[in-house]
């Protein structure tokens, strides 16, 4: 956008304002579908001079990108304070694995959150072991035995906040700043809440990582994946990225640019809406606990009350004793929310979630709990009327009572 002042603009404004920098934003309000492999050259000396500029911007080949995906990368670093770049992937666990193979090499250790999304895990178990890296799970709300699980080898520490399913929020600048301290790059799962939420690299992350297929494309209709960092870590970012053949379709890019303008007000509707939904199924006596960061007495409530701008709608609340079978009647009886995999769409949805077998330093149930309250229920709240979903669960509880 043309003028000054951009460092003034809260947030909320880049939303609308971000990534209209190009030469279209003079003749209409969104970037055309580029869609194209070859870019043509006037001539052989321009092709030539061509190969010597690689950054976005520069028509160069496909695989570089075009208008529309710089200006959705673009749009995406004005979101992140402190970054000077955003390298877009084909899906968020490219991004996640991406920036893995970036920072790390044969005998380096990485440091895994034990609550970290399951497929990053199997990264670290999988690909990146093969490839002699070696990881370490560490429990990120108990900072002591983290520190202690360095060693001279470990160069990078993946985060995740909230954790996966389970929601903990942990002590972020604290990791970070130990992480620093010891010589390691802090890899950032920002998913849950965007940089609109969070501002990951001003509270110590080197990387930011965003899953756009959530809250970003917001519609339950495209996959896609973003890294940002400050200078050093962007140019790197973007030559793995390259260098893996990374590229995502101009035609998402423009799905995902629509999603991001309309995030805000849908990040706030839903942030409000779950906190209501979270109150309500506190008082529920079918519910053991529920885990929601916003939620005063959820586990890292003060961590998120402390460092995040904001929330949204994804949480999750675990049954009082029952069966799997009680579980799946609860959320099979449920009309308003569909089942599956994903969140961050409008509509909403339920997921039955077991931790066993995605953790291996954080005790579930959590201390103190019942043995019995165990089966969690993993919410995404959608933009429907907050009353009408109240209703549906209320109706769902008796279905499972009676069955
Ligand atoms: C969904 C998700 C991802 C992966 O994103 P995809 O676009 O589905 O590959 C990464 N991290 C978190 C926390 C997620 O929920």
Wanted: charged fraction near 20%.
């Amino acid at each position: 956008m043309a003028g000054g002042g951009k460092k003034e603009q809260s947030l909320a404004t880049r939303l609308v304002t971000g990534g209209r920098s190009g030469d279209f934003a003079e003749h209409v309000v969104n970037p055309p579908v580029w869609r194209a492999s070859t870019h043509l050259y006037p001539d052989c000396a321009a092709l030539r001079d061509g190969v010597k500029t690689n950054e976005d911007g520069r028509f160069f080949y496909g695989r570089r990108g075009a208008p529309t995906q710089w200006a959705l990368a673009e749009a995406l670093t004005e979101l992140e304070p402190g970054a000077q770049g955003t390298v877009l992937y084909p899906s968020g666990v490219a991004a996640i694995v991406a920036a893995l193979l970036t920072v790390l090499r044969s005998g380096d250790v990485l440091l895994v959150a034990d609550n970290a999304y399951d497929p990053t895990r199997n990264t670290a178990m999988g690909m990146l072991k093969r490839y002699g890296i070696e990881h370490r799970f560490f429990d990120p709300l108990d900072v002591e035995a983290y520190e202690r699980a360095f060693c001279e080898r470990t160069k990078a520490v993946m985060l995740e906040s909230p954790g996966s399913l389970t929601m903990e929020v942990c002590d972020i600048p604290a990791l970070t700043t130990i992480a620093r301290h010891k010589g390691a790059v802090s890899l950032f799962d920002n998913t849950w809440a965007t940089g609109l939420g969070f501002a990951a690299l001003e509270h110590g992350c080197d990387i930011t990582i965003t899953s756009l297929t959530k809250h970003i494309g917001g519609h339950s209709d495209l996959m896609m994946g973003a890294a940002s960092a400050g200078e050093r870590w962007h140019r790197r970012l973007r030559q793995t990225a390259q260098q893996l053949g990374h590229v995502v379709s101009p035609d998402d890019a423009a799905l995902a640019l629509r999603g991001l303008r309309t995030m805000g007000v849908r990040l706030q509707h839903e942030t409000t809406s779950a906190l209501r939904i979270a109150q309500w199924l506190a008082e529920r006596d079918e519910v053991a606990h529920v885990l929601c960061p916003m939620l005063p007495g959820a586990p890292g409530h003060e961590f998120w009350k402390r460092d995040f701008a904001g929330g949204c709608g994804l949480f999750s609340f675990v049954l009082k004793g029952r069966d799997d079978a009680a579980r799946c009647s609860l959320i099979d009886a449920l009309n308003l929310f569909g089942i599956g995999y994903s969140w961050g769409g409008f509509e909403s949805l339920a997921l039955p979630f077991d931790v066993d077998p995605v953790r291996s330093q954080m005790a579930w149930p959590k201390e103190g709990w019942g043995l019995e309250d165990r089966l969690g229920i993993r919410l995404s709240i959608g933009l429907e009327d907050t009353d009408d979903l109240i209703a549906d669960l209320k109706q769902a509880f008796t279905a499972m009572d009676q069955g």
